[in-house]
């Protein structure tokens, strides 16, 4: 009886690794950067946990060295194990080539590892283009900090900096920005911060490339209130409502353990006072009979959201907020109250929570930053202001430089060299 069971295992693998490999060749658009990874030394190389392929981050950026975290420290992702650090200048920038106009999934990670062995945590911001991002403050994390944002580019370049804010060195791990459907994940005004993205999986199981082609990151979340259902049926591939929610996350779903109770979630959030964006996934993993129904209206902090949602056999529906949303408290409660004449309590699949980032500050008159790159490149001119949007923020002006940044509700311009 042995053999034929090792046969069939030798085929699954097979069969897996042919799959995987035909995805991981698929990152079209994809730029993963593993920061401080030396250009000579095997870039790119394919991340043995993923299968993206991450390049060395040198062409994309001119100052900084070059760091390794403590070879003592748990085993973590490759791409995690080279960084880089800038004890020089306050304003350190990346300069990425993307598509203007593009729905971008853009994730930074740094993870300082006692690098320096110093075991002295950084805490320092992070900028795209003239705008403040968000803090990095590496003290509680052991284990590093990822941010992650959905983000429209108004040019062809991304400026990506890292800022002193004290007397630490900013630092980073790695970069990886993935176009997404131009369709998906639209604001009324401001991107999106990524806060939590859950599928509902009493697994431990964490799911993202290739799992998922768009690389979002889904973590599973379970509690004892709920029930698990699932299929093993894969939702239709073709029934797309641009999601592209990945088939691990859709073949399972929670239902509350107690079939009448209503089924509830709730996200707190850092910052009480913060917009926010949901995004519900649906998928029915049971074939219902005739003489059943599932259907359940959807409540956010108690009040109706959207009315009689019966998801269909295997294929994904998603609600979601098309106006910021807002939750009192900082306390953002979902809920799924099953209608009178359901049979089946409600489901769920997964849930997105985003909250808004407004980037308010407009970037330099694209020509002048063209004609002013061009000239720093014919001359060399590498000194250490000379990175980022030339004119804005005030205080990161390019030595040097005049600018006119009076109007704010017109590009700046450069006025002086
Ligand atoms: C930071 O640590 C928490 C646990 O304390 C962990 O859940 C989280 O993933 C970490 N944040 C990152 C890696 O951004
Ligand atoms: C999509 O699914 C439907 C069934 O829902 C099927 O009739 C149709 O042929 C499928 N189309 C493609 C292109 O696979
Ligand atoms: C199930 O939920 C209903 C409605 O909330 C409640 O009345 C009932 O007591 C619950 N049953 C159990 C066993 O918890
Ligand atoms: C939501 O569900 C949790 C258990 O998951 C329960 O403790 C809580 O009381 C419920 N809240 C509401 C508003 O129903
Ligand atoms: C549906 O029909 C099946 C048999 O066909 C029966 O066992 C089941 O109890 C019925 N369910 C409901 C909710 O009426
Ligand atoms: C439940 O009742 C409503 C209103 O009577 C009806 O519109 C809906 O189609 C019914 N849903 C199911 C699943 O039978
Ligand atoms: C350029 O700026 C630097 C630093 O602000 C200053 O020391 C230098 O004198 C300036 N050079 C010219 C030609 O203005
Ligand atoms: C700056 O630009 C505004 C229009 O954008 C113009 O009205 C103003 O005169 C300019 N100021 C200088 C000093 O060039």
Not at 125 to 147: A, C, H, R
Not at 298 to 317: D, H, M, Q, R, V
Request: hydrophobic share 35%; charged share 20%.
């Amino acid at each position: 009886m042995e053999s034929p069971h090792g046969i069939l295992f030798l085929a699954l693998i097979a069969i897996f690794a042919i799959s995987s490999l035909a995805q991981a060749e698929d990152q079209e658009g994809f730029i993963s950067l593993d920061c401080g990874l030396s250009p000579s030394e095997a870039s790119p190389y394919t991340e043995p946990d993923t299968g993206l392929r991450f390049s060395s981050d040198a062409d994309f950026i001119q100052s900084g060295k070059i760091g390794k975290i403590d070879a003592s420290l748990p085993k973590t992702l490759k791409s995690y194990v080279t960084l880089r650090y800038f004890p020089d200048g306050i304003r350190n920038c990346y300069n990425l080539n993307v598509k203007q106009g593009t729905n971008y999934l853009m994730r930074v990670t740094s993870l300082y590892g006692n690098y320096d062995g110093f075991n002295s945590t950084p805490k320092f911001d992070l900028y795209i283009g003239p705008n403040f991002w968000v803090t990095i403050d590496l003290e509680n994390n052991i284990s590093g900090q990822t941010e992650e944002i959905i983000y429209i580019p108004r040019s062809d370049f991304v400026d990506l900096c890292l800022v002193k804010t004290g007397t630490t060195n900013p630092m980073i791990s790695s970069v990886e920005l993935r176009p997404l459907a131009n369709d998906i994940y639209i604001t009324e005004s401001g991107s999106l911060r990524s806060l939590k993205r859950y599928y509902l999986s009493n697994t431990d199981t964490i799911l993202s490339y290739p799992d998922d082609g768009n690389d979002r990151i889904w973590e599973p979340k379970f509690v004892p209130e709920w029930k698990q259902i699932s299929t093993t049926f894969e939702a239709e591939a073709n029934n797309s409502n641009g999601f592209l929610v990945p088939q691990n996350v859709l073949k399972t779903a929670s239902i509350p353990a107690n079939g009448s109770a209503q089924f509830n979630i709730t996200e707190e959030l850092d910052l009480p006072d913060d917009e926010v964006y949901v995004y519900l996934h649906f998928s029915e993993v049971q074939s219902l009979r005739a003489n059943e129904s599932r259907e359940f209206d959807i409540f956010w902090n108690g009040e109706e959201f959207k009315k009689a949602i019966s998801p269909k056999y295997l294929k994904t529906t998603t609600m979601y907020s098309t106006t910021p949303l807002i939750c009192k408290g900082g306390e953002c409660n979902v809920e799924l109250r099953r209608t009178k004449n359901s049979t089946l309590p409600p489901l769920l699949n997964a849930i997105e929570f985003y909250t808004v980032i407004k980037f308010p500050q407009l970037e330099t008159d694209e020509n002048d930053v063209v004609a002013i790159r061009k000239i720093k490149a014919r001359y060399g001119l590498n000194r250490i202001t000379w990175q980022g949007d030339p004119c804005v923020p005030e205080k990161f002006l390019w030595d040097n430089l005049s600018c006119n940044s009076t109007d704010t509700s017109t590009p700046p311009r450069i006025t002086h060299l």
